[in-house]
């Protein structure tokens, strides 16, 4: 392609709406423009570079045995209405109405979509297992988008879902997308991990989640540097180091007035008790019912661990009305004792605990001496947030908590699905079971960001090579010349025979234009010719992730740029070999 004729509007200056790395270099290489917040036009190096992630995606759902679909976008509401997603999902669906007046929706996903296929057309376990893939738009409409192609309302997702007869063929379909999707990222040279996740609005027993690690992620996880555990914060655990408590001053709790007193910080200094020795009381509404929640007092609740414990989605903190309804006392000065009317639930770190400080359920006034399981009853488990430096639940070591991208997430659906759509098939004994299924998702938008998070400098993008939308660029330095145009022109020709995608620079522009947008878009190899060394039968190749240039006898440039760019694909492939399959 000649630069001449080619739609790449570099831009000189950060653009005042960016705000992350990917964002800045995104824009600025004319790869994306902003439409609306959240939407995003696609402009030629970019959907270069995405067709490139697309082939990867699809050669690698291929070899596992995936069929291609195109499913709609535009979807009925009957179909979530059945599975209860029509509600759950709540102001991120776009829903429309048709001429007639009948609910419809932009698909956020194709999971009802694919079961009622399913429903429809599998009827015995001699037909699985079955996996069906499409790459399709998909929409969800972001309370704040913000941070380029990472945070959108309109992206491509690869979606596909498996489909078997029993729980065990579940875990192989599993462990296949697992593999596969460890060699997509592989492939596009991403530095990813895999982290156990919560499974949210989709349901299902198990998922994990694939990051890239980048400062632009809004993801929070803990990984553990020892073992390599991982996982989403929304999901990880850690040890707990042990407290010991004193002995109370006496068989029953006694009661403190602490006017005006109301955060654990406040009552720390008016009563002089540490945090640790406090217990947090919480109103949650969960499922419109109210339910007190116990955490230590230095501990934070981690609602995702809340609603998959509830089962259930439709959870919130109290308002002070409601709490005082159910309570009979102001936030800031509530306990579990004498709680006899609400479900409580208790955080591990309270177990075994003793001479606990907590609220005494009336305004201004707390409790010391408090025992659990003595002075109150509560159902325990792992209901805290994990933070920077708790300890390894495998190892010990420290963990560390960091800002990751998710670039894909994979589920164990089980029979959610085919339960409420009435997707079954007749197994060996000729009962009739419902499909037991799995959803993976990736998205291609997010591997770009991520590869541009992860691979840049000062200058701009480094591409990795399996997904750079040239492999090379072609820059004479003066296109007045008429040997270094010539010369130009005979490498276009020769590289482009020998399979290569070529971007030629032959604009007349000052050569440190050209040089600025060579490095700002990233093409992993660049072929320079400048009038001197030309007249010693010399070109220039630079790998630009290595920013040095090589001379090259101008008869060896293309077998150079080859070797070159073989030598980078070779290093990304050899990533293949250290993957783990998943345990």
Known sequence: MRLSHYFMPTLREVPAEADVVSHILLLRG?????????VYSHLPLAQRALLRIRQIIREEMNRIGGQEFHLPAIHPAEIWQATGRWEVMGDNMFRLKDRWGRDMCLGMTHEEVFTSIARNEL?????LPQIWYQIQTKFRDEPRPKSGLLRVREFTMKDSYSFDVDWDGLDKSYRLHYDAYCRIYA????DYFAVEAHSGSMGGSQSHEFM???????????????????????KAASRIAPVTDTDPAGPEPVRVATPGQKTIEEITQFLGVPAQNQIKTLVYVVDSKPTLILMRGDHQLNEAKLEVLTGTALLRPATADEIVAAMGADAGSLGPVGVKNLPILADEALRGRRNMTTGANATDFHIQGVTPDVHFSAAYHDLRTVVDGDRCPACDSALGVFKSIEVGHIFKLGTKYSDALG?????????????????YGIGEERILSAAVEQCHDDKGIIFPATIAPFDVIIVPVSMEDSRLVETADRFYEELRAAGLEVLYDDRPERPGVKFNDADLVGIPVRITLGTKKLAQGLAEVTVRREARAVDCPVDEVTGCV??????????????LSDIRPLQ
Do not use: K
């Open 30 to 38: 004319g790869f994306v423009r902003q439409l609306a917040a959240g």
């Open 123 to 127: 009827r015995s376990y001699r037909q």
């Open 187 to 190: 492939r596009c040279g991403l």
């Open 212 to 234: 890239v690690r980048s400062d632009a992620g809004e993801d929070l996880v803990v990984r553990c540097p020892g073992c390599g555990y991982a996982a989403n914060l929304e």
């Open 423 to 439: 997707a079954s098939v007749l197994n060996r004994d000729g009962q009739s079971v419902p499909i037991v299924m799995g959803s």
């Open 562 to 575: 080859t070797a070159a760019l073989a030598a980078l694909r070779a290093e990304i492939e050899a990533r």
